[in-house]
């Protein structure tokens, strides 16, 4: 007999008949417990993972990231082709960016999105093909775009009029050739697990249908650009397919009417495709979400009797989140009693700075111990982190094993995507290492920081020049 849900729990969390099971599609395929019921991942315990590597850290499991990467590439090239047309998956470097992670994504044949210069460089650094680079942002620095098209990126998605004249100087005085996009808005705003069609016209990216118009009548005057097509993005962490058929049927229309004024010959759909964090999560299958969502572009386009355009998407989080997994280790446990009960309070080494997300969107993880199997029967707790903050919270419903203690290692599932892209240094937090792992083997892709990567950025214990000889920091008015 299972113990009665606690009263604190929320109803979407159920108490699990055990406690250390691990939910599928929420971890690495290659996690499992060994006999002696430490979790394994990538073969590699993770006792042994945090004694080499410390703790807190984050796991990426490279034939997840690979096989996630193969298949989004297989499912919209399957879906595409029983329309005569071709498709392109770009790689959402903001999920999760670093150099080894670029070429794994394009050794399986995926594109690279950046969306900043410092990811530009990342997968300029990783050997992307420029050609194989999309460049987007709502406020590219002049800078940035004479970078882009200094190095040939193959689309930048253009997203002010600013931003086109910026570009038609730079490609005038570098007599260079750039292929754009115009970000369009469709109004559909979809944000976690549904999507709401709704004018959401009221935010700051892309251009609004009418002013598309111009933009694109705009590029079309300028020799130095060629307008390959639309793209639009609809949000992220969506589940199901409605929202994407709407944009799309929406952005035909467009796409049908700028047209009529020249050739368009690709489509950009954006990314957003939902994965699980807790067993209540279903995201569609990969496979059937891509022919869903072509089959939608591909009848639009019957009914309006215009070609099928090449299909691109972006998906980030859906190619990282899974391979992710952050490791903890227990530092305190305190029993707060409330007059609904007693909630547990487990404290981890990490917290806010290496996971964002439940401060910033509420959003729900789920975890496990690690190091062994617990016992006791099904607690609730929250797990929270070492932040000087009340809102610093990790995970914020979950059933662990009663007799968890402090020493014990904890794992946090799904922290691929959005975790360590938005880590900060918080409270003088050093920011974890990032530990690929496959088939046994161990390596580091983005080092751990240390105590002495902080203070090398406070000026006044390292006393920083410049180039050009002042200190670093605010300029001389500034102060
Ligand atoms: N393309 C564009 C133009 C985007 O803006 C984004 C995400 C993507 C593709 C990739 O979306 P994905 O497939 O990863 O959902 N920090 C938030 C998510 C922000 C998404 C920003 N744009 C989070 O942690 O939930």
Redesign the pocket.
């Given at each position: 007999m299972l113990p009665p849900a606690d009263s604190l729990a929320p109803d979407w969390l159920s108490v699990p008949e055990d406690a250390n099971d691990l939910a599928p599609g929420v971890w690495p395929a290659s996690a499992v417990r060994d006999d002696a019921g430490e979790l394994r991942i990538g073969g590699v315990g993770a006792a042994e993972l945090v004694r080499t590597h410390g703790s807190p850290l984050l796991l990426l499991d490279e034939p997840e990231v690979r096989s996630r990467a193969r298949a989004f590439h297989d499912a919209f090239a399957a879906a595409t082709a029983e329309h005569g047309t071709t498709s392109r998956v770009?790689y959402?470097g903001?999920?999760f960016l670093s150099t080894a992670v670029a070429q794994w994504v394009t050794e399986e044949g995926l594109n690279v999105?950046v969306?900043t210069r410092g990811e530009l460089e990342v997968a300029l650094a990783a050997g992307v093909q420029p050609h194989r680079i999309g460049f987007?942002g709502n406020n590219k620095s002049v800078s940035e775009l004479e970078r882009a098209v200094e190095v040939g990126v193959g689309t930048i998605?253009v997203d002010s009029l600013i931003e086109i004249e910026r570009l038609g100087a730079i490609t005038a005085r570098t007599r260079s050739q750039q292929n754009v996009l115009i970000?369009v808005n469709s109004g559909v705003h979809a944000e976690t697990h549904d999507f709401l069609a709704t004018a959401h016209e009221d935010q700051k990216?892309g251009f609004a249908f009418p002013d598309a118009e111009a933009a694109a009548a705009r590029i079309r005057e300028i020799d130095g650009l060629r307008l390959l097509g639309l793209?639009c993005?609809i949000?992220?962490?969506?589940f199901g397919v409605a929202g994407f058929r709407e944009s799309a049927s929406r952005v035909l229309e467009l796409h049908e009417r700028l047209r009529a004024d020249g050739d368009l010959p690709l489509l950009n759909l954006?990314?957003?495709?939902?994965i699980a964090y807790t067993r209540v999560d279903d995201p569609t299958p990969i496979e059937d979400l891509a022919r869903e969502i072509v089959d939608a572009v591909a009848s639009g386009c019957a009914v309006r009797g215009i070609p099928v355009p090449e299909l691109a998407f972006?998906?980030?989080?859906?190619?990282v989140?899974t391979a992710g997994v952050t490791l903890y280790e227990i530092g305190t446990t305190k029993d707060v009693v409330l007059d609904a009960g007693t909630r547990r309070y487990v404290s981890v080494d990490g917290g806010m700075s290496d996971n964002?997300?439940p401060a910033?969107?509420g959003?729900q993880f789920s975890a496990r111990l690690a190091s062994r199997a617990g016992g006791g029967g099904p607690v609730l707790v929250r797990v929270v982190g070492k932040h000087c903050e009340s809102g610093d919270i990790v995970v914020e419903h979950e059933y662990l094993p009663e007799d968890l203690a402090p020493g014990d290692l904890l794992a946090v599932p799904a922290t691929g995507?959005?975790?360590a892209?938005?880590a900060s240094n918080y409270n003088h937090v050093p920011r974890p290492a990032v530990v690929a792992v496959s088939g046994g083997a161990t390596r580091v892709i983005v080092r751990g920081e240390t105590i002495d990567d902080l203070l090398a950025r406070d000026a006044g214990i390292t006393g920083i020049r410049t180039a050009d000889g002042g200190a670093s920091g605010p300029a001389e008015g500034e102060r």
């Open positions: 770009y959402a903001k999920a999105d969306c987007h998605i970000r990216f793209h993005h949000g992220s962490q969506i954006g990314g957003g495709f939902g972006e998906p980030g989080r859906a190619i989140g964002a997300r910033l969107y959003a995507a959005y975790c892209s938005l």
